[in-house]
């Protein structure tokens, strides 16, 4: 019983884990296909075609999720919302930071005047460079990660062949209360410093 209560617990924290790891992965897919969009923008708009051009490129050459969203964009503004309105409610529904530094972008570029592309080659640049760090990162952290895998299996890879090579000295562990105390502590505390150690290596690139 005590077992299973605390199999319940940490059940529950698989849920936000996986939840949190996705939208990690997300945030880092979209950002990738930004700054591809914005390459492909500048592109664009130096060989003469307009900025409203260059989205409609991009939306229709660029990988999903991004392109629904440029392509959600431009119907915005085909509506009659104005482009400061139309890219505010975009930089809502792709919450990223990028996102955001893209769209402060254009509405300064469009109210103070400059070139545009200019200014969204830049940080495309700059983009690219957080891109090259992250991977870096991940690149070091690799190893701390594995490590907390291996430190979180070994108790319990040591359990069970403790289990078929005498089994007789651990099944107390299952049939007592003690024992199921002890299992049920092992498991918590793996948890814990499962979390803790993936909070060390998951180190952010803002």
Known sequence: MIIVVALGAIALTIPMLIRKVRIQKRRILLANQLRQSLQNMVHAMRIGVSFQQALEYVAKEG???????????????????????ALSELTKQVDIPEMGWFTAAVQITQNTGGNLADVIDTLAETLQERQTLRDKVSALTAQGKASGLVLA??????????RVIVPALVRPMFTTSMGQAMIAGIMISVGLGGLVIWNIVDIKVD
Do not use: H, I
């Open 153 to 162: 299996a070994l108790p319990f890879l040591l359990l069970g062949a403790l």
């Open 63 to 85: 990988e999903m999720p991004l392109a629904a969203e440029w392509r959600r964009l431009l119907q915005t503004v085909n509506l009659g919302v104005s482009w400061s309105g």
